[in-house]
């Protein structure tokens, strides 16, 4: 599966469009203890997330691919 949007939200959730159409909610919020998401507690560089297709990423390195994101993504439609 492909990731097609990612927005990130001002609760440090991102809301996704899969290429299938699904929408759902991702909670970065349990990561941020982790070092390598630590600079993602900075508002302005969680905001500044890139869509890899197969993954999503930050300037400052940390990552999430697809097959963790549809794990734990809350579908909303």
């Not at 869509?51 to 999430?64: K, P, S, T, V």
């Amino acid at each position: 599966m492909r990731i097609k949007t990612v927005i990130p939200q001002d609760d440090w959730t991102l809301l996704i469009t899969m290429a299938d159409g699904k929408v759902g909610s991702f909670d970065v919020q349990p990561y941020l203890q982790y070092e390598a998401f630590e600079a993602l507690n900075d508002a302005s560089e969680f905001q500044n997330v890139s869509n890899g297709g197969y993954f999503i990423e930050w300037h400052c390195g940390a990552d999430l691919c697809v097959d963790t994101i549809e794990a734990k993504m809350v579908t909303l439609s």
